[in-house]
């Protein structure tokens, strides 16, 4: 018998497919996080046992994705979300070997300098990482060569100071995190700590995005502000800021 959730099942997230539709509507925090994360690994790779850093992980339900798909070791790392919640998911997906919930502010993280080969944020760096002294932090944790990958709401351009109808009904403070691609490159390319390889647009994903919200709506689980105004904009405006970068040697 066919649900609501049959419209989450889409031929471009193979990997994505394999989980439990319901599981993810269930943990939702934001846009569809393993649509995204299989959309950077489209523009970045992981090799096995990779220790990897899962920033602002949420319900750790990317972490799960990348040790379950690309067999790395995850530290879910979140500041909101209760790690012993985190730990139960983890177990019950059968990653409690590769995944390990960690609460820490991300600027205050409790790591080792040089000890990750990636870090990787689904949703989540915008809000904690738009500084222009934030790189240069983060990347003390990860070892030189090693990669940064980032998927985050975006805006293809600078908004202007008059914002179309739609937009400015549901500006905030959240959404001047919104940033273009463009935005990104140059904040990382003229620290020179980076060599940025990908900033870009999600492909298809403010369509992705929408279709996400409509069908969570369809089981009270959606976010109606987010729908209409994607609804609205059409792509024009709207989607997910990708960013990949490898860290330059230290001198």
């Not at 993810?24 to 220790?51: F, K």
């Not at 972490?63 to 019950?92: C, G, H, K, M």
């Not at 105004?229 to 989607?239: C, N, R, S, V």
Request: net charge negative.
């Amino acid at each position: 018998m066919s649900s609501a959730l049959d419209a989450l099942t889409l031929d471009r997230y193979p990997r994505s497919n394999t989980y439990d539709r319901q599981w993810i509507v269930d943990n939702l925090m934001g846009p569809h996080p393993l649509w995204s994360a299989e959309g950077l690994m489209g523009a970045m790779t992981l090799e096995p046992g990779m220790r990897v850093l899962d920033l602002g992980c949420g319900t750790a339900l990317t972490s799960i994705f990348f040790a379950r798909e690309y067999d790395v070791e995850v530290w879910a790392t979140d500041l909101w979300v209760d790690p012993t919640e985190n730990w139960q998911r983890i177990q019950d997906s059968g990653a409690a070997d590769r995944v390990h919930p960690i609460q820490s502010d991300a600027h205050k993280l409790p790591f080792a300098h040089d000890f990750f080969d990636a870090i990787v944020s689904i949703g989540a760096f915008n809000y904690f990482g738009t500084g222009a002294d934030y790189l240069a932090y983060v990347t003390q944790f990860l070892r030189p060569g090693g990669t940064l990958g980032v998927v985050a709401p975006g805006i293809r351009t600078a908004p202007v100071l008059t914002l179309p109808s739609y937009l400015e009904s549901r500006w905030g403070p959240d959404l001047c995190t919104w940033l273009p691609p463009d935005w990104w490159h140059q904040l990382w390319q003229r620290t020179n700590l980076v060599a940025v390889q990908t900033a870009d647009f999600l492909p298809n994903s403010w369509s992705d995005w929408l279709l996400w919200l409509k069908t969570c709506a369809e089981v009270d689980r959606g976010y109606k502000p987010d729908e209409q105004m994607l609804e609205a904009d059409q792509g024009d405006l709207l989607g997910l800021t990708r960013l990949v970068a490898h860290l330059n040697e230290r001198g």
